[in-house]
């Protein structure tokens, strides 16, 4: 299904570069893999399957024998007085992709609001109490993977709390998507997730260019989108990096996947947390099915590849109908029927 091209390129890590262009489902959709090699071992490369293929490989099948729950829950920490929007974008695509139950972790103000934007979502007044950490860790054993930062905000005494609701989640091996202002934290103390394989970071680019700095001293080479970003990834232990952009570029330090997949020229605030949000379950179902569903990458890449071309197809949808006028709430309402078009049809 994929057209293969090898090509060797002398210096810091390409290998080859595979790229599948794809006329199946509409779009055009291009996805190109480096693998990254060291030093003079030439590592032959791998067969990758079409990533989108391997998406659908740890999509669960809906089944009326599972119990509720089964298929993810998963917890999103954010939301607080200025910022509400986002983590109810976030909670709400993770149900829409296929989670079960969706709890929302926020401050005591942002609670009602965000509950009142919709029923379906679990609302838990907590995040700037002095027991939010233990009042989370309660929760850890019920989730399957977390997401955090969207509309965290910057403030000190919040922060000091994800901090520790961070180490109690990596102390389970619960799966972390980090966004928005849990990048800041993260540009603050990187030791946070450093080496820890089950945290995805979704930088933007400013948020990359912050954490470039923090993390490598110095800001990226805005020529290198590839390199720069299985930089990153490596100097913080090979945790999955997704730099969101024109392509979205994604790397788990050894290999480096671009999610090209048509989008719309609307950037309106919010589709960074439906992506945040509809990763934090891929992320859960591609570890459950493990490496040997996804083959060659890593589970948490095909993941965020899968996220990355859900968000594009989402507002490319979108912006089919609504043009100029496209935001994020028509973007969410179409989270099933591109769903479906790339992992189901
Ligand atoms: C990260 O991956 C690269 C490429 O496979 C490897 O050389 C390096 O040792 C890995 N680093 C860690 C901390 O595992």
């Known amino acids: 299904m994929a057209v293969r091209a090898g090509a060797a390129v002398a210096g810091a890590a390409v290998l080859a570069v595979l790229s599948a262009a794809l006329a199946l489902y509409g779009p055009p959709l291009d996805a190109v893999l480096k693998r990254a090699f060291s030093h003079h071992k030439a590592h032959s490369v791998k067969d990758m399957e079409n990533p989108l293929q391997l998406v659908r490989s740890v999509v669960p099948p809906l089944s009326t024998k599972k119990h509720k729950g089964q298929d993810g829950r998963i917890g999103v920490v954010g939301g607080c007085q200025e910022y509400t929007g986002a983590p109810y974008f976030a909670a709400i695509s993770a149900l829409k992709v296929g989670a079960d139950l969706s709890h929302v972790f926020c401050t005591r103000e942002a609670a009602p609001v965000i509950k009142s934007y919709s029923p379906e979502l679990i609302v838990h007044p907590v995040l700037d109490s002095p027991e939010a950490v233990r009042d989370v860790e309660q929760w850890l054993p019920r989730l399957h993977a977390l997401v955090v930062g969207p509309g965290l905000g910057r403030n000190d005494a919040l922060l000091e709390n994800v901090k520790g609701i961070l180490e109690a989640s990596k102390a389970r091996g619960i799966p972390v998507v980090i966004d928005a202002d849990g990048l800041w934290l993260i540009a603050q103390q990187p030791a946070l997730i450093q ?90 179902w591609a570890l459950r099915a493990g490496p040997q569903k996804t083959g060659g990458p890593s589970p948490l890449l095909v993941a965020a590849f899968g996220a990355c071309a859900l968000t594009r197809q989402c507002s490319q949808q979108a912006f089919q109908k609504h043009g100029r006028a496209t935001t994020t709430s028509d973007m969410v309402a179409e989270v099933g029927p591109a769903f479906h078009r790339l992992f189901e049809a």
């Open 195 to 284: 080496g820890y394989r089950k945290v995805v970071l979704t930088p933007n680019h400013v948020e990359f260019g912050r954490l470039s700095e923090a993390v490598l001293g110095a800001p990226p080479d805005g020529g290198d989108h590839h390199g720069a970003v299985l930089r990153l990834s490596q100097a913080l232990g090979n945790v999955t990096v997704v730099r969101k952009g024109e392509q979205d570029v994604i790397s788990d330090g050894e290999q480096v996947l671009v999610c090209s997949q048509e989008g719309s020229g609307r950037r309106c605030g919010g589709q960074g947390d439906l992506l945040s949000g509809s990763l934090g379950v891929l992320a859960h």
